[in-house]
């Protein structure tokens, strides 16, 4: 018998187990290798809607088998800008952006394109820069709810408006919507129209505490941005003795605004379809991702190019249908929302 060296058995081993591990390699990738990696940058987190879509976020990417890094500025807008450059370092995918300053952002967007990931905006349209996808409400709609639904409770007399941050588009569509009824309406008078910077509840306060002093607490109808902007309006009335008597609007529904809609001091909300608007935006990503175009029911026009888009309907939410969409949803709980309500007045589960 032959004997072979041990140095060219050596060999030949070595040689079968990379063959093998090449043709493992060939026939299974790994799947880490499969997942797409998707970077999610958001303004803030204050808000507790943005921490309901961060975390759905997560888990319905998850779900697709997509990895998430998620990063939050802090409402900083340059602080938002380093951590995108922080994250295109790490080889993503796709950027979804819940932007701090919308007309801020092109070169960020720009750094993304050059290096191929693509960039969508997630509620609120970045301005003048190459966007391939946004998801969102229809705002201006939604600020055309808002102030129908004060008309309906007070539909003359003298009227607030409480913006939103200016530099949100956002702010500026409901404002559009919002003003595109009540400058429509003869029988009110605007006697206060003022945006609220970065959304700061507190810069709502003093808009509307300055509006009140001037009428003397003569106003018949509040038409407040969202829910944090309506908050401050109604601390502001009830500094006069109005809160509950005049209707103020929101948007957002989330837990408090809930709780004073059912008490009846915020006549509205609207409910945004967090979770639907989540999926569609988690879905767009991993599509861009993968060199697909998104399905798109709309364009919207952003400076620079008609942004291909997905608007979704908003909901309306009074003391009337308070359990219809927001609890038979599951989005909110019976007992959180009506926990301030004696319970002969809750509604029947």
């Known amino acids: 018998m032959k004997r072979v060296r041990p140095s060219v058995l050596m ?15 060939a026939n299974t990738p790994s799947t880490d290798e499969q997942k797409q990696l998707i970077g999610l940058s958001i303004h803030n987190l204050i808000d507790e809607r943005w921490q309901r879509d961060r975390d759905m976020f997560e888990g319905k990417a998850s779900g697709l088998g997509a990895d998430v890094v998620t990063v939050e500025a802090g409402g900083d807008e340059q602080k ?13 995918d796709v950027l ?5 300053n919308t007309e801020n952002m092109k070169s960020a967007v720009d750094k993304a394109r050059a290096k191929g990931v693509k960039v969508l905006s997630y509620a609120r349209l970045m301005k003048n820069a190459d966007v ?3 998801v969102s409400i229809d705002n201006v709609k939604a600020g055309e709810m808002q102030a129908e639904e004060i008309l309906k409770l007070a539909p003359t007399g003298n009227y607030a408006y409480i913006g939103g941050g200016d530099t949100d588009n956002n702010a500026v569509l409901l404002r559009d919507g919002s003003m ?6 003869s029988g009110i008078t605007l006697v206060g129209d003022e945006y609220s910077k970065d959304w700061n509840p507190d810069e709502a306060l003093k808009h509307m505490r300055a509006m009140l002093a001037k009428t003397g607490g003569n106003i018949q109808g509040v038409v407040a941005a969202n829910d944090g902007t309506a908050g401050a309006a109604i601390q502001a009335l009830a500094e006069y003795g109005l809160d509950g008597k005049v209707p103020v609007s929101g948007q957002d529904a989330e837990l408090a605004a809930l709780q004073r809609v059912a008490a009846g001091k915020q006549a509205m909300t609207i409910y945004l379809p967090i ?3 989540v999926t569609a935006t988690v879905e767009a ?4 991702s993968q060199g697909k175009e998104p399905a798109a029911n709309n364009k919207v026009p952003n400076g620079l190019k008609d942004v291909p888009s997905n608007l979704l309907e908003p909901v309306i939410v009074t003391k009337a249908n308070l359990k219809e969409t927001v609890i038979d949803s599951g989005f909110a709980q019976l007992e959180d929302v009506y926990k301030d309500i004696p319970k002969d007045q809750w509604p029947a589960s």
């Not at 979804?96 to 701090?100: E, I, K, R």
Request: hydrophobic share 55%.
């Open 96 to 100: 979804v952006v819940v932007a701090q």
């Open 275 to 277: 979770e639907n608007m």
């Open 11 to 25: 060999a030949g081993i070595a040689l079968l187990m990379l063959t093998a591990g090449c043709s493992g390699a």
């Open 180 to 185: 595109n009824v009540l400058k429509a309406n």
């Open 80 to 92: 938002q800008l380093s951590q995108i450059d922080e994250l295109l370092e790490q080889n993503i």
């Open 132 to 134: 391939d996808f946004y």
């Open 285 to 288: 990503a991993v599509e861009l």
